[in-house]
């Protein structure tokens, strides 16, 4: 028991190292009026293999610790809106690309949809700019989607799962 605990702590950390790399650094690609990155595919992941309360954990920190060094305006709704995400997926599935976490999927990018439309309103004080920032605000979770997906048939080909069991 003590063993699968340390191996979750553990992997929460890893996945919050590579989720705020990935979001802040690693093919960071300036977009519109914002950027791309493969932050979200990492949340995606986490979110399957690592129980709720580890996956919600390592996507808040990773990418709040991401835009409080790049972004630091965006750390408090990043925090929320990313840790909802997870609540989207489960970790109890025999793989993680699944129907139940591709019906997840579709709704963790409408909760990220939502929730940066509501904070850019809230933060700005103007409701027209996130209907603006859309084309901004969608490109990057449906990337991250893809190569969610991607990654997620390859992990399930190599059978990744037994290692978190």
Not at 95 to 114: M, Q, T, W
């Amino acid at each position: 028991m003590r063993s699968l605990k340390t191996k979750t702590l553990v992997l929460s950390a890893l996945f919050t190292a590579i989720i705020f790399v990935f979001t802040a650094y690693i093919l960071h690609i300036p977009f519109l009026n914002g950027y791309i990155h493969f932050g979200d595919a990492f949340i995606f992941l986490a979110a399957c293999l690592l129980p709720f309360p580890y996956g919600a954990f390592a996507a808040a920190i990773g990418a709040g610790l991401a835009d409080l060094l790049t972004f630091p305006l965006w750390t408090g709704p990043t925090l929320l809106i990313k840790a909802l995400i997870t609540l989207c997926f489960s970790s109890r599935t025999e793989r993680i690309i699944c129907k139940r976490n591709l019906i997840g999927l579709v709704f963790a990018v409408c909760i990220n949809l939502v929730g940066y439309y509501i904070a850019t309103g809230l933060l700005f004080e103007d409701w027209l700019i996130p209907v603006i920032r859309l084309g901004t605000d969608l490109a990057p979770p449906l990337i991250s989607a893809c190569l969610y997906i991607t990654a997620g048939h390859l992990l399930d080909h190599l059978s990744i799962r037994t290692l978190f069991h």
